[in-house]
């Protein structure tokens, strides 16, 4: 768990101290990293790495890593990093000083150049790559979004962050809320990539990178270097997976995230995902770990996990998030690294009959589909909107998530998961456990969230926990939730008309709950938007 930081400006370049000293103070809180905390100035650009080391602590391993041309500060894992080393040492071409995931890269860019080294790479990761050679800096994300990678550019200057909030402390930024971000949280609970809840600041998209070569008053566009359609699309081709197939690649990737030079736990949430999480690390693993359980918190600690959560650089709407923020500080007094399972789930296999059925009931005029039987609805339709209704909140304008679909036959529930895993869990949910994470000070790995699963099948959430929000909200959050709904709250987010949602507030005291998780989405916003 690193906190990547940067600047590139020419005005910097005269003066290394001070991009060296900027460079540094835009670094996340410290509880991303707790170890070395080391910057490379070189002509306009500055990177900062605060590290939590986890694997190589000796001296080659510090963060950034430079083997010219190229620097490289990174935070997360590279999951394949022993299969890459092995294939860079067979060309007799690379030399390592140590064995570390930023030297990985490093050496690979240096070997392959980046376009097919990204091809190439496995994991949960951002990076920042300085090419010297050519004068220009690769912002990079990883494919399934785990790891966050801010940028804005403002007075000549680019910068980039770890954290949202680390650009406070920029001379001359000022955080602006971005009404349209906050329409989009109270809509679908969560902000898609590229836009975030500040203004003028992006999220590089997961999947994708962005090159800097001069540092202006507007950001390149970030350009994708994997899509999730196209390996859905290679997979059906080749026929699918299989269940033997699957259980061996969660085999190789729960051995994978326990590639650490220090000790780890795991997140016991008792579903079927965790238990074979469980099984797979004691076969992968020779180190004794902790089980740490994920459970309901009662009134006091559940006060204490919505303060601290109202603090992250960006809210999260999962209920579930006060359990997790508990369950990842109970873990960070005794390890550096948790584990925790995400479910996989593979849609079946569509039989001869279901398929003609589909694609005559996609014949029928759009008019006409509201009056067919319900049980047709599995079957055909449009899967956007199904996902979006499901999905959606608040019924409020709000830029809908950018997803290109797969261009395969499938059932309209296949495609529905599809957007489940393309936006919900690479927007939203991954993401969100970072920051978590990142505020209890653990890194946090979730092995079966890896892009490698979608060759065999789409992995979504694992289904832990049900907490009764009603009660919350009702009880113990209650004078908390009430003191935030007022005009000024309200102005902040640019909603003019309160009223819809002092309303459902007042109905639900009342005892109406159809309006409960999006009363519980708007009050982790409101309390977020407080800290601005």
């Given at each position: 768990?690193?906190?990547?930081?940067?600047?590139?400006?020419?005005?910097?370049?005269?003066?290394?101290?001070?991009?060296?000293?900027?460079?540094?103070?835009?670094?996340?809180?410290?509880?991303?990293?707790?170890?070395?905390?080391?910057?490379?100035?070189?002509?306009?650009?500055?990177?900062?790495?605060?590290?939590?080391?986890?694997?190589?602590?000796?001296?080659?391993?510090?963060?950034?890593?430079?083997?010219?041309?190229?620097?490289?500060?990174?935070?997360?894992?590279?999951?394949?990093?022993?299969?890459?080393?092995?294939?860079?040492?067979?060309?007799?071409?690379?030399?390592?000083?140590?064995?570390?995931?930023?030297?990985?890269?490093?050496?690979?860019?240096?070997?392959?150049?980046?376009?097919?080294?990204?091809?190439?790479?496995?994991?949960?990761?951002?990076?920042?790559?300085?090419?010297?050679?050519?004068?220009?800096?690769?912002?990079?994300?990883?494919?399934?979004?785990?790891?966050?990678?801010?940028?804005?550019?403002?007075?000549?200057?680019?910068?980039?962050?770890?954290?949202?909030?680390?650009?406070?402390?920029?001379?001359?930024?000022?955080?602006?809320?971005?009404?349209?971000?906050?329409?989009?949280?109270?809509?679908?609970?969560?902000?898609?990539?590229?836009?975030?809840?500040?203004?003028?600041?992006?999220?590089?998209?997961?999947?994708?990178?962005?090159?800097?070569?001069?540092?202006?008053?507007?950001?390149?566009?970030?350009?994708?270097?994997?899509?999730?359609?196209?390996?859905?699309?290679?997979?059906?081709?080749?026929?699918?997976?299989?269940?033997?197939?699957?259980?061996?690649?969660?085999?190789?990737?729960?051995?994978?995230?326990?590639?650490?030079?220090?000790?780890?736990?795991?997140?016991?949430?008792?579903?079927?995902?965790?238990?074979?999480?469980?099984?797979?690390?004691?076969?992968?693993?020779?180190?004794?770990?902790?089980?740490?359980?994920?459970?309901?918190?009662?009134?006091?600690?559940?006060?204490?996990?919505?303060?601290?959560?109202?603090?992250?650089?960006?809210?999260?709407?999962?209920?579930?998030?006060?359990?997790?923020?508990?369950?990842?500080?109970?873990?960070?007094?005794?390890?550096?690294?948790?584990?925790?399972?995400?479910?996989?789930?593979?849609?079946?296999?569509?039989?001869?009959?279901?398929?003609?059925?589909?694609?005559?009931?996609?014949?029928?005029?759009?008019?006409?589909?509201?009056?067919?039987?319900?049980?047709?609805?599995?079957?055909?339709?449009?899967?956007?909107?199904?996902?979006?209704?499901r999905t959606r909140l608040w019924p409020l304008d709000a830029p809908d998530p950018d997803v290109i679909e797969p261009r395969i036959d499938a059932t309209l529930a296949s495609r529905i998961a599809f957007y489940e895993c393309a936006d919900r869990l690479r927007?939203?949910?991954?993401?969100?456990?970072?920051?978590?994470?990142?505020?209890?000070?653990?890194?946090?790995?979730?092995?079966?969230?890896?892009?490698?699963?979608?060759?065999?099948?789409?992995?979504?959430?694992?289904?832990?926990?049900?907490?009764?929000?009603?009660?919350?909200?009702?009880?113990?959050?209650?004078?908390?939730?009430?003191?935030?709904?007022?005009?000024?709250?309200?102005?902040?987010?640019?909603?003019?008309?309160?009223?819809?949602?002092?309303?459902?507030?007042?109905?639900?005291?009342?005892?109406?709950?159809?309006?409960?998780?999006?009363?519980?989405?708007?009050?982790?916003?409101?309390?977020?938007?407080?800290?601005?």
């Amino acid at each position: 768990m690193t906190a990547l930081a940067g600047l590139l400006s020419e005005k910097m370049q005269a003066q290394q101290d001070v991009a060296r000293i900027l460079a540094i103070d835009i670094l996340a809180p410290a509880t991303r990293g707790r170890d070395d905390r080391n910057a490379f100035v070189q002509g306009p650009c500055a990177i900062a790495a605060h590290t939590h080391r986890t694997i190589d602590l000796t001296p080659d391993g510090a963060q950034p890593f430079t083997t010219a041309p190229f620097t490289v500060a990174l935070d997360g894992y590279v999951a394949n990093a022993l299969i890459l080393r092995r294939e860079m040492e067979d060309t007799g071409d690379a030399t390592f000083r140590g064995h570390g995931d930023a030297e990985i890269i490093a050496q690979g860019a240096k070997l392959w150049g980046l376009n097919r080294l990204l091809q190439k790479l496995e994991g949960a990761f951002t990076f920042a790559l300085w090419d010297a050679e050519n004068a220009a800096l690769h912002l990079v994300r990883d494919r399934m979004g785990a790891r966050p990678l801010y940028v804005t550019a403002f007075d000549g200057m680019t910068a980039f962050a770890s954290d949202l909030q680390g650009f406070r402390r920029l001379p001359g930024f000022s955080p602006v809320i971005d009404t349209q971000g906050a329409a989009a949280y109270l809509a679908f609970g969560h902000v898609a990539a590229p836009r975030t809840l500040w203004k003028d600041v992006i999220s590089i998209p997961p999947g994708h990178r962005m090159m800097i070569k001069t540092a202006e008053n507007s950001l390149p566009k970030a350009e994708m270097y994997w899509s999730p359609a196209t390996t859905v699309e290679e997979s059906a081709l080749r026929g699918g997976g299989d269940s033997v197939r699957l259980e061996r690649l969660i085999a190789a990737l729960s051995g994978e995230a326990t590639r650490l030079d220090v000790p780890f736990s795991m997140i016991d949430d008792f579903t079927p995902a965790t238990f074979q999480l469980r099984s797979n690390l004691d076969r992968a693993s020779d180190k004794p770990y902790k089980a740490i359980p994920l459970t309901l918190p009662d009134g006091a600690a559940l006060q204490i996990a919505y303060e601290s959560l109202s603090l992250l650089p960006e809210p999260v709407a999962d209920p579930m998030a006060a359990s997790w923020y508990l369950a990842c500080k109970n873990a960070a007094n005794d390890t550096g690294v948790l584990l925790a399972a995400n479910g996989v789930e593979i849609p079946p296999p569509e039989d001869s009959r279901t398929r003609r059925l589909r694609k005559t009931l996609d014949l029928v005029p759009g008019l006409f589909k509201p009056l067919l039987p319900a049980r047709f609805a599995g079957i055909s339709g449009n899967a956007e909107a199904r996902y979006l209704t499901r999905t959606r909140l608040w019924p409020l304008d709000a830029p809908d998530p950018d997803v290109i679909e797969p261009r395969i036959d499938a059932t309209l529930a296949s495609r529905i998961a599809f957007y489940e895993c393309a936006d919900r869990l690479r927007n939203a949910v991954l993401p969100g456990l970072d920051r978590i994470a990142f505020a209890a000070g653990i890194e946090l790995r979730l092995p079966m969230a890896d892009a490698r699963v979608l060759d065999i099948g789409l992995p979504v959430a694992s289904a832990a926990g049900n907490p009764d929000i009603a009660t919350w909200l009702r009880g113990p959050l209650r004078p908390r939730v009430a003191a935030q709904m007022t005009k000024d709250a309200f102005d902040r987010l640019g909603i003019e008309q309160s009223a819809p949602f002092t309303d459902a507030w007042k109905d639900f005291l009342a005892g109406d709950n159809t309006r409960t998780r999006p009363l519980w989405a708007l009050s982790t916003l409101l309390a977020w938007s407080g800290r601005q």
